[in-house]
């Protein structure tokens, strides 16, 4: 019987932290902090450029890194090929399809995104749900669900939040500043 109320004890700590794994995410009822407007055809059509970090779930950064953005709208689809150069000395390329399918809603693919990306505008906000692969140094890959927020500022910068996890843990987030090129 000792057995069995350690198991239950177990069991019942595993859900009380997955589910405070979301507590303190943003949402898009929170109150809106600006009048502004994000349209992701528009922020990201032509030359940006990011600077970000990952930091695992005790608050260490773990990696730094640039990436320099092209992007495309064609009325219908937002192409977007990012190319990364990481702190350490390596790189990765990312080539994004979004594809606006309503006023305020996006789907997207990119290499390594299982099914499709699913994103939605409101006001100077935008969440992007999603499930990858990213690569591993050591060659092999690691699935991970994001639930990625981006708000644009007042200084035309937009900031990203993105919350990783891996079987409902928490691994870290990763912050980024995007900024427009001319």
């Known amino acids: 019987m000792?057995?069995?109320?350690r198991v239950a004890l177990m069991?019942?700590?595993v859900l009380a932290m997955l589910g405070l794994?979301?507590?303190g995410r943003p949402s898009l009822g929170d109150a809106k902090l600006s009048d502004r407007q994000l349209n992701l055809e528009d922020y990201f059509t032509g030359k940006t450029v990011a600077y970000g970090q990952f930091k695992d779930r005790f608050g260490t950064v773990r990696q730094r890194?640039?990436?320099d953005i092209d992007g495309a709208w064609d009325g219908e689809q937002l192409t977007l090929n990012e190319?990364?150069?990481y702190a350490d000395g390596s790189s990765e390329t990312r080539n994004w399809v979004l594809?606006?399918?309503g006023a305020d809603q996006w789907v997207g693919t990119a290499e390594g995104v299982q099914g499709q990306a699913q994103?939605?505008?409101?006001?100077d906000t935008f969440n992007w749900t999603y499930t990858i692969d990213l690569p591993m140094?050591?060659?092999d890959s690691m699935r991970v669900d994001f639930d990625d927020w981006m708000w644009l500022q007042e200084d035309g910068r937009l900031l990203n939040i993105a919350y990783m996890q891996r079987f409902g843990v928490t691994l870290g987030e990763v912050t980024i500043f995007f900024e427009k090129r001319q």
């Open 83 to 85: 190319r990364f150069a």
């Open 119 to 123: 994103g939605r505008e409101v006001g």
């Open 21 to 23: 794994a979301n507590c």
């Open 99 to 101: 594809t606006k399918t």
């Open 2 to 5: 000792k057995y069995l109320w």
């Open 137 to 139: 140094p050591d060659g």
């Open 11 to 13: 069991v019942a700590a």
């Open 65 to 67: 890194f640039k990436v």
